[in-house]
């Protein structure tokens, strides 16, 4: 609730940019999926620009329009990807796997291979 809370709060002047710095980052993966569609939802609503810091890869790609990708210290841009598949997204779609495994390779992660996915 206090993410969400933070969030209204931010959202209480209609800003045209929200900035948001790992909102999601102490969440559980319930939750934390409640709060992204609810923030796809507020920016589809509100038309609001948001720039989104995030280390999850996933929630990057569910999330974004445009993911820039920086360099360690100092950190300078080195890519930006643009996500072009339309919404809603999947987190088991082709599409969606497959710019998590090239976004996995561009880290060097030996895990790029998907991960399987899990419904309850």
Known sequence: MAQRVAIARALINDPEVLLLDEPMGALDNFTRATLQDLLIDLQRANHTTM????????????????????????GRVSEVVN??????????????LELRASLLEKFNLASAEPQPEYYI
């Not at 989104?52 to 360690?72: C, F, K, Q």
């Open 83 to 96: 996500v072009d598949f339309p919404r809603p997204r999947h987190r088991g779609g082709s599409e969606f």
């Open 51 to 74: 720039v989104l810091v995030t280390h999850d890869v996933d929630e990057a790609i569910y999330l974004s329009n445009r993911i820039v990708i920086m360099t360690a210290r100092p």
